[in-house]
């Protein structure tokens, strides 16, 4: 029996996950053996829009090691994949699509539109699917999941049901972050923030002389006929929002305007009456110390007006145009025209004090990069009082443990601080809202906050649900920690009564060498399909896995995937080279061999010792998800423990005596099968491959469903 020359694992990879498939091994019902307990991953569910990035390839090949890992130690393993029906993002991909040909989706209408986008799902929505088979993902395929299938669909509106009748869906006007691309409003997490340079201009509003406030919806009066005694000057970036300004705020502690307080302003270009507040939420160190308030276009705003009383008034639209409630020359003005013509009159009439350049943050639009805006708006809400306090539990009673422990401080900051949930979009694509005469659609993160049991069977009580429900891990990325885990957990308590996961493993974000997050649109992405077609998936993987050392970035190296490349080759090599050993005899590798001590040499103990020893670490290692250490322990071992010492031992001792000779060919065999059985969740391909070709006593169909070493 004799292994190529090389290792190619172009051609070995297509042909080994064939296998796996066909094996029926990937479906936890059709593992063999006795297995009583289960451990189970419910795969984050990546966009029908998406394509395999370096996050999905790092977090893939955790999730993988792990369920291989248990799968071999003889648990019942269940991996769940699926897809999020993505409802903001497909819906823009599909009207591109239109776009090109002239037309809009309106063109359309909602029902024939979301029929183009199903179309658009059945022909690409699971190209990422099939992009995770080839880096090696044991998923069991024939659960595959997506959120918007019949039963999910169910499970989404038996879950709004429930909280509906309980009290805690409302609808309200609020403040809300709005997409005039999208048409749909946002939640907090659903923004980017890109920075960008601009303007903080400094506005001088006239004080009234001798004049207390009077209410802000009194009467207009032209500007000329006050008498002003002097000027309060704000800061701000954007001029546009004046039209709709209902008070100047200071801090209570800012002494410097003590006596303004309780005066009243007069709004420039609009001429009306502004009461001079003090408010706790006003930043003394910005600008002057003095702000605008504009509670229909302003969160911080927004909460200071119901503090003080202060009525809104819309000035900008859903289109991000000047709206009627704005004096004459503005109205239907986009945003920045409306901008530009502000600060010119103000320059005219002498209140433009100064202007200085400004770097700030500017809110984004998550899937189409559209500035956002903030508008008052009717929305659904859910409140999050109740929820809010059971997820925090469930973390501070450790139900559900944080890897590693410091992304508690995330999670239980924004709970603490948490407002009502805003669960509905102004969008065609998604989970409509089960009510009479409602258009609107759910916050894609609605129905996938139900995705460990949802997925599952539930509403109903599926035989699944009871098997693999509460699940063991979830393996994500930091930033939907608040977007996403926590909405799990609080679901999972609400339906299940049950955490949904006893583990959350925060993986590390993958970033260039230079330390810069990874764009494809700049440049500086890595397709993790081109490495694995450069140097085999299992390098790609040992390449990733040996970066994860428990920081919270990743300087990505592409010099590691190429050491994993080599690393595969020697695991090869070695093979090649004990084959050839027992070449000549009919020796078969027992699973359980049990040595005399007497018999054996001091390498042949070393050995022996040293494999031991790595098979507690790497078990010890894999219980607390620290990847990168097991990947280097392993290769530590396999290299020099057994390649660079043992094998050359073996060379000498094996032209000794008959006895020694056999005794050496066996630990050599013993040792190798048990480093392969060690090192397939890390490069599953090269070591199965291998194991289909070794003389092994009492063999399994697949190395996949050995037994772990003990």
């Given at each position: 029996?004799?292994?190529?020359k090389?290792?190619e694992?172009?051609?070995?990879?297509?042909?080994?996950?064939?296998?796996?498939?066909?094996?029926?091994?990937?479906?936890?019902?059709k593992?063999?053996?006795?297995?009583?307990?289960?451990?189970?991953?419910?795969?984050?569910?990546?966009?029908?829009?998406?394509?395999?990035?370096m996050?999905?390839a790092?977090?893939?090949?955790?999730q993988?090691?792990?369920?291989?890992?248990?799968?071999?130690?003889?648990?019942?393993?269940?991996?769940?994949?699926?897809?999020?029906?993505?409802?903001?993002?497909?819906?823009?991909?599909?009207?591109?699509?239109?776009?090109?040909?002239?037309?809009?989706?309106?063109?359309?209408?909602?029902?024939?539109?979301?029929?183009?986008v199903?179309?658009?799902?059945?022909k690409?929505?699971?190209?990422?699917?099939?992009?995770?088979?080839k880096?090696?993902?044991?998923?069991?395929w024939?659960?595959?999941?997506?959120?918007?299938?019949?039963?999910?669909?169910?499970?989404?509106?038996?879950?709004?049901?429930?909280?509906?009748?309980?009290?805690?869906?409302?609808?309200?006007?609020?403040?809300?972050?709005?997409?005039?691309?999208?048409?749909?409003?946002l939640?907090?997490?659903?923004?980017?923030?890109?920075e960008?340079?601009?303007n903080?201009w400094?506005?001088?509003?006239?004080v009234?002389?001798?004049?207390?406030?009077?209410?802000?919806n009194?009467?207009?009066?032209?500007?000329?006929?006050?008498?002003?005694?002097?000027?309060?000057?704000?800061?701000?970036?954007r001029?546009?929002t004046?039209l709709?300004d209902?008070?100047?705020?200071?801090?209570?502690?800012?002494?410097?305007?003590?006596?303004?307080?309780?005066?009243?302003?007069?709004?420039?270009?609009?001429?009306?009456?502004?009461p001079?507040?003090?408010?706790?939420?006003?930043?003394?160190?910005?600008g002057?110390?003095?702000?605008k308030?504009?509670?229909?276009?302003?969160?911080?705003?927004?909460?200071?007006?119901?503090?003080?009383?202060?009525?809104?008034?819309?000035?900008?639209?859903?289109?991000g145009k000047?709206?009627?409630?704005?004096?004459l020359?503005?109205?239907?003005?986009r945003?920045?025209?409306?901008?530009?013509?502000?600060v010119?009159?103000?320059?005219k009439?002498?209140?433009?004090?100064?202007?200085?350049?400004?770097?700030?943050?500017?809110?984004?639009c998550?899937?189409?990069?559209?500035?956002?805006?903030?508008?008052?708006?009717?929305?659904?809400?859910?409140?999050?009082?109740?929820?809010?306090?059971?997820?925090?539990?469930?973390?501070?009673?450790?139900?559900?443990?944080?890897?590693?422990?410091?992304?508690?401080?995330?999670?239980?900051?924004?709970?603490?601080?948490?407002?009502?949930?805003?669960?509905?979009?102004?969008?065609?694509?998604?989970?409509?809202?089960?009510?009479?005469?409602?258009?609107?659609v759910?916050?894609?993160?609605?129905?996938s906050?139900?995705?460990?049991?949802?997925?599952?069977?539930?509403?109903?009580?599926?035989?699944?649900l009871k098997?693999?429900?509460?699940?063991?891990?979830?393996?994500?990325?930091?930033?939907?920690?608040?977007?996403?885990?926590?909405?799990?957990?609080?679901?999972?308590?609400?339906?299940?009564?049950?955490?949904?996961?006893?583990?959350?493993?925060i993986?590390?974000?993958v970033?260039t060498?230079?330390?810069?997050?990874?764009?494809?649109?700049?440049?500086?992405?890595?397709?993790?399909?081109?490495?694995c077609?450069?140097y085999?998936?299992?390098?790609t993987?040992?390449?990733?896995?040996?970066?994860i050392?428990?920081?919270?970035?990743?300087?990505?190296?592409?010099?590691?995937?190429?050491?994993?490349r080599?690393?595969?080759?020697?695991?090869?090599?070695?093979?090649?080279?004990?084959?050839?050993?027992?070449?000549?005899?009919k020796?078969?590798?027992?699973?359980?061999?049990?040595?005399?001590?007497?018999?054996?040499?001091?390498?042949?103990?070393?050995?022996?010792?040293?494999?031991?020893?790595?098979i507690?670490?790497?078990?010890?290692?894999?219980?607390?998800?620290?990847?990168?250490?097991?990947?280097?322990?392993?290769?530590?071992?396999?290299?020099?423990?057994?390649?660079?010492?043992?094998?050359?031992?073996?060379?000498i001792?094996s032209?000794?005596?008959?006895?020694?000779?056999?005794?050496?060919?066996k630990?050599?065999?013993?040792?190798?099968l048990?480093?392969?059985?060690?090192l397939?969740?890390?490069?599953?391909?090269?070591?199965?491959?291998?194991?289909?070709?070794?003389?092994?006593?009492?063999?399994?169909?697949c190395?996949?469903?050995?037994e772990?070493?003990?």
């Amino acid at each position: 029996m004799e292994l190529s020359k090389a290792y190619e694992p172009q051609k070995v990879e297509g042909r080994i996950y064939t296998l796996w498939e066909k094996s029926g091994f990937l479906n936890p019902d059709k593992l063999p053996g006795k297995r009583k307990k289960t451990y189970t991953i419910v795969i984050p569910p990546p966009n029908i829009t998406g394509f395999l990035h370096m996050g999905h390839a790092l977090n893939a090949t955790c999730q993988d090691i792990l369920i291989r890992w248990r799968r071999m130690q003889g648990y019942k393993t269940l991996w769940l994949p699926g897809t999020d029906h993505a409802g903001i993002a497909t819906q823009n991909v599909v009207e591109k699509e239109l776009k090109k040909e002239g037309k809009t989706r309106f063109d359309l209408g909602r029902e024939e539109f979301i029929k183009r986008v199903w179309q658009w799902k059945e022909k690409y929505g699971d190209i990422i699917l099939d992009q995770l088979k080839k880096m090696g993902c044991s998923c069991d395929w024939s659960r595959t999941r997506f959120t918007m299938d019949k039963d999910y669909v169910r499970a989404v509106e038996a879950a709004f049901q429930h909280y509906y009748d309980k009290g805690w869906i409302y609808k309200g006007k609020r403040v809300v972050n709005w997409c005039p691309r999208c048409q749909t409003s946002l939640s907090d997490l659903e923004i980017e923030y890109k920075e960008e340079k601009g303007n903080l201009w400094y506005i001088k509003y006239p004080v009234v002389k001798n004049s207390k406030s009077q209410a802000p919806n009194s009467k207009q009066i032209p500007y000329s006929k006050f008498q002003i005694s002097n000027f309060i000057t704000v800061a701000t970036t954007r001029p546009e929002t004046i039209l709709g300004d209902r008070a100047v705020a200071v801090n209570p502690k800012d002494k410097r305007y003590k006596n303004l307080v309780g005066k009243t302003a007069v709004l420039p270009l609009v001429d009306r009456k502004l009461p001079i507040i003090a408010d706790r939420l006003v930043d003394p160190e910005f600008g002057t110390g003095a702000v605008k308030i504009t509670p229909a276009h302003d969160l911080n705003d927004y909460q200071i007006s119901l503090r003080h009383g202060l009525p809104m008034i819309q000035v900008i639209d859903e289109q991000g145009k000047i709206t009627k409630e704005a004096p004459l020359p503005y109205q239907g003005m986009r945003v920045f025209e409306a901008r530009q013509k502000i600060v010119e009159d103000l320059k005219k009439l002498g209140l433009l004090e100064k202007t200085e350049e400004y770097l700030h943050q500017i809110p984004k639009c998550y899937r189409c990069g559209t500035t956002l805006e903030l508008i008052p708006s009717e929305q659904w809400f859910l409140k999050m009082g109740e929820l809010a306090k059971t997820a925090i539990e469930m973390v501070k009673s450790e139900k559900v443990r944080f890897q590693p422990k410091r992304w508690e401080k995330v999670y239980f900051d924004w709970l603490k601080n948490i407002q009502d949930w805003c669960i509905s979009r102004q969008i065609w694509w998604g989970h409509k809202i089960p009510l009479k005469g409602v258009d609107d659609v759910l916050d894609t993160w609605f129905s996938s906050a139900l995705w460990p049991f949802a997925t599952l069977g539930w509403p109903k009580q599926t035989k699944d649900l009871k098997a693999f429900y509460p699940t063991d891990v979830l393996s994500t990325a930091r930033d939907i920690i608040n977007l996403w885990v926590t909405r799990m957990i609080f679901s999972g308590m609400e339906f299940m009564k049950k955490p949904p996961f006893k583990n959350v493993y925060i993986h590390a974000t993958v970033l260039t060498k230079e330390g810069k997050r990874m764009s494809k649109s700049l440049g500086t992405g890595l397709d993790p399909l081109i490495l694995c077609d450069k140097y085999g998936a299992d390098a790609t993987r040992f390449g990733i896995a040996w970066q994860i050392m428990g920081g919270q970035d990743i300087k990505f190296v592409e010099d590691n995937i190429v050491m994993g490349r080599k690393f595969c080759n020697k695991v090869w090599n070695a093979t090649r080279f004990v084959l050839l050993q027992i070449s000549n005899s009919k020796l078969q590798i027992p699973n359980k061999f049990q040595f005399t001590n007497s018999k054996l040499t001091v390498a042949d103990k070393r050995i022996l010792k040293a494999l031991d020893k790595t098979i507690k670490a790497v078990n010890k290692d894999l219980e607390g998800f620290r990847f990168g250490q097991a990947s280097r322990r392993l290769y530590g071992f396999f290299w020099h423990d057994f390649c660079d010492i043992y094998v050359e031992k073996s060379k000498i001792q094996s032209s000794k005596s008959k006895t020694e000779k056999e005794n050496t060919q066996k630990i050599l065999l013993y040792v190798l099968l048990n480093s392969l059985k060690l090192l397939h969740p890390f490069i599953p391909f090269v070591t199965e491959e291998i194991y289909q070709q070794l003389p092994i006593k009492n063999k399994k169909k697949c190395l996949m469903v050995e037994e772990w070493p003990k």
